[in-house]
């Protein structure tokens, strides 16, 4: 056991950075939960986007071309806040130079009045983790030796296929294939209205105080931009509805700190545009296409540009 754990710390499965040896970057291609340890301290960028598959189509290179900011994608699917924060922590204690923009995705799991933050799926809290013990414990796990002997693969290989250094992942082929597109089922259950708020109409809501709380004490002057998603116009609340209650409820917390702290921005895009009239501009209710993308992207770079 003791010989894994010294061989597992020498071979760093995840390119965390931890290892004491000078190894090949990169990690070989996997899911972004753990990939986002060797991307998130790979030096080539200085601004990240944050938040799971409703802002996981926001390009990096994009963002670059309109801000002039490297920017990489540390996005995993079906997370919240509580995982954000780590992986937020995971980035900026890796820059050499301060980071130059933080784009957080915020949804309706940022609306949850329960101050543990609860997850959804698991998630790697260990990889990150500021505490070695903690690290190592994680080390000790089946997946680990399943990884520890594809990264010496990947490590004793001449060329190996590496995993995207930006984080970019287009999720329209997966939901092409499933007929989200066409298929009468998915259809008309996006044309069907749908409660997206997050249903907190009173609060408290403790995930945008943990980011104040975080931001004011590890990212004091790095640009903020928060982003709230755009979702197909069903899923936008009936006026006078506990949805509208809810909506607006939660989204407050997060323009006022925007409007509390420096170098912060709002862009709230949940809101009624010709865009998310279109039915086949999204496959769900909040998953949206290409296109919305695109458009998402403009409204980050113009936050970020009034900043300067």
């Not at 010989?3 to 020498?10: E, G, M, Q, Y």
């Not at 414990?137 to 990264?151: A, H, I, K, P, S």
């Not at 009624?272 to 980050?300: G, K, M, W």
Request: aromatic share 8%; hydrophobic share 40%; with cysteine.
């Amino acid at each position: 056991m003791s010989a894994f754990l010294l061989a597992a710390i020498a071979i760093d499965p995840y390119d965390t950075g931890r290892s004491p040896l000078s190894l090949k970057e990169g990690v070989r291609p996997q899911g972004p939960r753990t990939a986002a340890a060797s991307r998130g301290r790979d030096p080539a960028f200085s601004g990240a986007i944050f938040g799971n598959s409703h802002i996981q189509l926001i390009k990096p290179e994009q963002l670059k071309a309109l801000t002039g900011i490297p920017f990489v994608s540390l996005i995993a699917p079906a997370t919240g806040p509580k995982e954000t924060l780590v992986l937020i922590d995971w980035f900026l204690r890796h820059r050499r130079e301060p980071a130059q923009a933080l784009v957080i995705g915020i949804d309706q799991a940022w609306c949850t009045p329960d101050p543990a933050l609860p997850t959804g799926k698991p998630f790697p809290f260990w990889l990150f983790s500021r505490n070695p013990a903690e690290y190592l414990t994680g080390l000790m796990r089946y997946d680990v030796l399943e990884e520890v002997n594809r990264r010496i693969r990947y490590l004793t290989t001449q060329s190996p296929e590496r995993a995207r250094p930006d984080g970019y992942w287009d999720y329209e082929e997966g939901y092409r294939v499933q007929g989200f597109l066409d298929a009468p089922q998915h259809r008309s259950k996006l044309l069907a209205p749908a409660n997206v708020s997050g249903g907190n109409e009173t609060g408290p809501f403790p995930a945008a105080a943990a980011l104040a709380a975080f931001l004011d004490a590890e990212a004091k002057d790095t640009p903020v931009i928060l982003v709230r998603p755009p979702v197909y116009v069903s899923a936008l609340p009936e006026p006078g509805s506990s949805a509208e209650r809810a909506e607006a409820a939660c989204r407050a917390p997060f323009q006022a700190l925007a409007d509390n702290r420096p170098a912060t921005k709002l862009v709230d895009l949940r809101r009624d545009t010709p865009l998310i009239r279109e039915p086949s501009n999204f496959f769900d209710h909040t998953h949206y296409r290409q296109i919305v993308a695109r458009e998402v992207e403009t409204s980050i770079a113009a936050a970020l540009t009034s900043l300067r």
